[in-house]
């Protein structure tokens, strides 16, 4: 335990150094790590190469859990909505192709679903019926998930709706998986029904109950949702790009508000680490101070981009560190890092 005190003590000193880190009282207790991606659009363009993209992420993921000891304990991957790049089987069939190419000595996957599910051609204003889009989804990812193994430290319960809720660290720690509940004006932008939106906040509710009566009085829980939460990170208030409508937004924010425990992840906009603005520095952004932190994920898929990048997060007793990873050849590769303290 001395030396790994002694390790995060220099890694958070070396971060601080080039200004990529905003908080340091976290322990260095580990208790479990998982990666989010976003936007892999399997099907897309065959100039976005968006398969060998996936590929390079799972394998850069599998070779940092050999030779790192900040993935020792890798639990699993969540891709984060636009899964595929619209609702053709075919799709699905390369998704799964991919996955079982890579599966050995894989974490386990979870997908959510976004816009382009819905579309019945590469452009998401292309649609078919929503029913048919989400039954497509749901059927097709609970097939290619009943090959992977949970390892007993996930949980796999089968998808049959919009929105989902899974556990890990042992069946311990929550996920929540939101999706929209119908195909808005803004067919990119998400729509909530009142039934999800009291889901998830007795949900979080729950959550704060169990941590209530932990150590720490705080237990963490993980929120994915493809579109961002309105007026929040880089594009979530353009028209055009879509977002969760403004009214479902605010009962999200509210339902977050004072618990810093929660942390949650975003797509859909296609920022890359690279493209950072003073607005949204490192695709993060802060709900206050005692509330959730919300990050953008970047997109596997995209066209013009360095390379495929995510989130490696990794869960403290105290707290949460998140940091921007780019997927290589050579593993996992550090572009920032935020801790969230409890």
Not at 56 to 82: H, L, P, R, W
Not at 97 to 117: A, Q, S
Not at 169 to 175: A, C, G, T, V
Not at 253 to 278: C, R, W
């Amino acid at each position: 335990m001395k030396n790994k005190k002694m390790f995060l003590k220099t890694l958070i000193a070396t971060i601080s150094t080039i200004g990529l880190i905003s908080a340091t009282s976290i322990s260095a207790s580990a208790a479990y790590s998982f990666d989010v991606i976003s936007d892999t659009h399997i099907g897309a363009d065959k100039s976005w190469d968006t398969s060998t993209k996936l590929e390079t992420t799972f394998n850069a993921i599998k070779y940092s859990m050999k030779n790192s000891s900040y993935y020792k304990n890798e639990q699993c991957i969540v891709i984060n909505g636009d899964v595929v790049d619209n609702s053709k089987t075919e799709n699905y069939d390369e998704l799964k192709r991919i996955v079982k190419n890579c599966k050995n000595d894989l974490p386990f996957v979870y997908f959510n679903i976004g816009n382009h599910e819905y579309a019945s051609e590469s452009s998401p204003y292309t649609l078919g019926p929503y029913s048919y889009g989400l039954n497509l989804f749901n059927s097709r990812i609970n097939d290619i998930q009943s090959s992977l193994d949970t390892r007993g430290i996930v949980t796999n319960f089968q998808r049959n709706n919009s929105y989902d809720s899974q556990y890990i660290n042992s069946k311990n720690d929550r996920l929540a998986f939101l999706g929209t509940d119908e195909i808005p004006v803004n067919p990119c932008s998400s729509s909530l029904s009142s039934n999800q939106l009291n889901w998830l906040t007795s949900f979080i509710g729950d959550n704060t109950y169990e941590g209530s009566k932990t150590a720490k009085g705080r237990k963490p829980m993980f929120i994915f949702s493809h579109q961002p939460v309105y007026d929040t990170t880089y594009g979530s208030n353009f028209d055009s790009w879509g977002y969760i409508y403004p009214n479902n937004s605010n009962v999200i924010k509210s339902a977050l508000s004072g618990h810093p425990e929660i942390v949650m992840f975003t797509g859909h906009t296609h920022k890359q680490f690279s493209n950072n603005d003073v607005w949204n520095f490192d695709n993060f952004y802060s709900l206050g101070d005692s509330s959730s932190q919300i990050f953008s994920v970047p997109s596997i898929g995209e066209v013009d981009s360095n390379g495929p990048e995510g989130y490696h997060v990794t869960v403290y007793t105290d707290g949460i560190v998140v940091t921007g990873v780019k997927y290589t050849n050579a593993g996992c590769k550090t572009i920032n890092t935020r801790t969230v303290d409890f």
